[in-house]
């Protein structure tokens, strides 16, 4: 069986975009597939392999490069719904017409949209968990105190560890720990483990003039939003429709999107139930990454 660190990368062109998806499948041959969704300039290469071969012990999983960034060729989205129209066209492509689905961070916006926008007919998303994320602007949403420190190390011309020393992890002793072993993990994928050297961040050292950082960044933005979020370009007041269940979770302190987001998302959606994992932030997953994965398959089997 293939893990994080071997699968190899396969390619579908939408002949609608022309974009050059690159994905990966990994995991059982059987049962509904649970794709990943990413984070803010990440890429496939740098999620948890730690997380992902856990979850592919039991689990069918798709992993994916948004259109412009990592592998895969196009323009990246400038707003969450031309992301999630992305990923909706790529499902299309291979076939699925039904899967779970785990969005972390910018993922999880993309997540949402992808969950309240598909066409019925053609793929219903049987589950969903939202990691480290938020709802599109609505009452209770805040935004994050941090939010000059968050711009100024998540736009940083070379993505390096310290950047995820204060966006993903706390500063104590276990956070320290964290964050090492985090990066270590994610550094295992390389061309000795697949055959292929591995992507790197978007943007990284802005060698794309920091076209796809900036067009994240309006992502961000139109999500947060009051004018730019309304109807199928947002999440909040439509997530109360929302009768699938939901797994919502998120780090004690979170650094980039308030915690308090989570919990107000968990009171928004019919049927969520929410987990708050102690002394960790926005990476929470990441620090209980083996934990993590037994609560999201718990979830998803039951």
Do not use: C
């Amino acid at each position: 069986m293939s893990t994080h660190q071997t699968a190899k990368t396969q390619f579908i062109t939408s002949p609608h975009s022309n974009t050059r998806f690159a994905y990966r499948r990994l995991g059982t041959s059987h049962g509904i597939p649970l794709l990943i969704l990413t984070h803010f300039r990440g890429v496939m290469d740098t999620f948890d392999p730690l997380l992902v071969n856990t979850l592919s012990q039991s689990r069918s999983l798709i992993l994916i490069d948004y259109a412009g960034v990592g592998l895969s060729s196009g323009t990246v989205a400038t707003t969450v719904k031309q992301s999630a129209d992305d990923i909706l066209d790529f499902l299309h492509l291979i076939g699925e017409r039904e899967i779970d689905l785990l969005g972390f961070s910018l993922g999880g916006f993309v997540a949402q949209l992808v969950t309240l926008n598909a066409d019925s007919q053609k793929l219903r998303v049987r589950k969903l968990i939202l990691t480290g994320t938020t709802p599109s602007y609505g009452t209770g949403i805040q935004a994050s105190p941090n939010a000059t420190e968050v711009g100024e190390l998540g736009g940083t011309k070379d993505v390096d560890i310290e950047v995820f020393k204060t966006l993903f992890f706390p500063k104590s002793r276990e956070g320290k720990i964290a964050v090492q072993q985090w990066w270590a993990r994610i550094n295992e994928r390389g061309a000795a483990t697949s055959g292929e050297e591995p992507a790197t961040w978007l943007s990284q050292g802005y060698a794309d003039a920091a076209r796809g950082l900036m067009a994240q960044v309006g992502q961000v933005a139109s999500w947060a939003g009051e004018e730019t979020s309304k109807g199928v370009e947002g999440s909040f007041e439509r997530l109360k429709g929302l009768g699938i269940p939901v797994l919502v979770a998120n780090g004690h302190d979170d650094f980039m999107i308030p915690t308090v987001n989570s919990w107000v998302a968990q009171q928004q959606l019919p049927n969520a139930q929410l987990i708050v994992y102690p002394n960790s932030g926005h990476g929470f997953l990441f620090q209980y990454a083996a934990l993590f994965a037994k609560h999201a398959l718990l979830f998803l089997e039951a």
